[in-house]
């Protein structure tokens, strides 16, 4: 059984940093890539950065130059290094692993409040 499992999340004030992690209980290699996504109170679930098995990243306008995604395939985790946090980065960020020819698997989330 597949499960993705994100840690990291919490209270940080405006300007700081946070680094998530997603811990997946198989081998990273199984997904084409995975990602982060975020829900903020309110809005549509929106895609934050995405990382393939190659390690290729894109990132949403809104926060590339302060997150940085990465994965480590020994430890089947993946990270979300976030930076100048602003209090619209509130949301709930969930870990996404996807494949073209499977279904998704998605963590249970974690909360990030960022405070002004």
């Known amino acids: 059984q597949v499960q993705l499992v994100e840690s990291g999340g919490g209270l940080a004030q405006a300007g700081g940093s946070l680094r998530l992690s997603c811990a997946a209980s198989v081998s990273i290699f199984r997904f084409s890539g995975m990602a982060w996504y975020r829900r903020a109170p309110g809005k549509q679930r929106e895609l934050v950065a995405r990382?393939?098995?190659?390690?290729?990243?894109d990132y949403a306008d809104s926060v590339k130059g302060r997150f940085t995604i990465s994965r480590d395939n020994a430890k089947n985790t993946v990270y979300l290094q976030m930076s100048t946090l602003k209090p619209e980065d509130t949301a709930v960020y969930y870990c996404?692993?996807?494949?073209?020819?499977?279904?998704?698997?998605w963590g249970q989330g974690t909360q990030v409040t960022v405070s002004s």
């Open positions: 996404n692993g996807y494949s073209p020819f499977g279904p998704d698997y």
């Open positions: 990382i393939t098995s190659g390690a290729s990243t």
